[in-house]
């Protein structure tokens, strides 16, 4: 960086001063000159089409197609073309708001998750399936601000479900744990996995059930299963708090195939039932 560069500060406001919680930029090659700056709040860049420089702190990284680039607040970045072609969206996020996002949905402090100035995290294509529907939700949804922006802190709480799963938290950031247990932790998180058995995820990763076992009960670990449903649970209350699916559908998407195991793992877990725990956080959720 040159002591003639001219950093700007940016502030998540509002047109009549207010301070926001979320924000969307659609950028593309036709009208698009970033400049070195920093800002209060967080940056999620979606990559839809070709390719970016992203500096940040004076380190260059190149983003692809399908890629998520999350900014921390107070980074000196700047966003750069590498051809004419690219399009991305620019989702911006208060730390506040993802503050209490992280913390209601994931219990995981988001200064512990998003712990450098910079991240890029590839989406696979259910990932960025789900994202296009909901950006085209948002889209339809326009001319309604209330609808248009509850369906932008949808995308925002996709963008955590993703990173917290792809980034190494709580066990995986331990340097002492056995990487076959990190990989099968990352499995465990995952909701495409969530309709499958403990003894076929063993088996996608080519591992026996026993030797997993083994690991887990050597390292002090709770048992698979137990940290299995844990996620479920978890996943089922970000629906719950971010939708409005009908709760009997709700177990089937997270791999729970009976409404009676569910309602009673679920009160074991939260102290609520789920509708109890819809009333009570879906009306003082962080979807206002």
């Known amino acids: 960086m040159n002591a003639s560069d001219k950093i700007e500060h940016f502030q998540l406001l509002g047109g009549n001063g207010q301070k926001l919680e979320v924000g969307v930029h659609i950028l593309d090659h036709s009208h698009y000159n970033s400049s070195l700056h920093d800002h209060d709040f967080f940056d999620f860049d979606f990559l839809q089409t070709g390719t970016l420089i992203q500096i940040a702190n004076g380190k260059r990284l190149k983003m692809y197609k ?32 993802l503050k209490k996002a992280f913390y209601d949905i994931y219990n995981v402090d988001v200064d512990e998750v998003l ?39 949808l995308i925002i709480f996709n963008f955590i479900k993703i990173i917290v799963l792809k980034t190494n938290t709580t066990l995986l950031n331990q340097k002492n744990t056995p990487y076959i247990i990190q990989e099968f932790l990352i499995e465990l998180n995952k909701p495409e996995n969530f309709s499958l058995s403990i ?9 026996t059930h026993e030797h997993i076992i083994r690991l887990f009960n050597k390292q002090g670990l709770e048992s ?46 939260y102290n609520l039932s789920p509708s109890e725990y819809r009333k009570k956080y879906r009306t003082t959720s962080i979807i206002n």
């Not at 399908?66 to 969206?89: A, M, S, W």
């Open 199 to 207: 003894t076929n995820i063993c088996k996608n990763l080519s591992y």
């Open 115 to 153: 712990n450098k100035p910079i991240i890029k995290i590839p989406l696979n294509s259910n990932e960025t399936q789900e994202i296009t529907q909901l950006l085209s939700l948002a889209q339809a949804n326009i001319s309604n601000n209330t609808k248009y922006i509850f369906y932008i802190k």
């Open 224 to 269: 698979p299963n137990k940290i299995f449903l844990k996620n479920k649970l978890r996943y089922a209350t970000m629906i719950l708090r971010s939708s409005d699916i009908k709760i009997a559908e709700i177990p089937e998407k997270c791999g729970i195939f009976t409404m009676s195991y569910f309602n009673k793992a679920f009160k074991a877990e």
């Open 66 to 97: 399908n890629e998520l680039c999350i900014v921390r607040p107070e980074t000196i970045h700047q966003t750069l073309p590498d051809n004419k072609g690219f399009f991305f969206y620019n989702f911006v996020a208060s730390y506040d708001f």
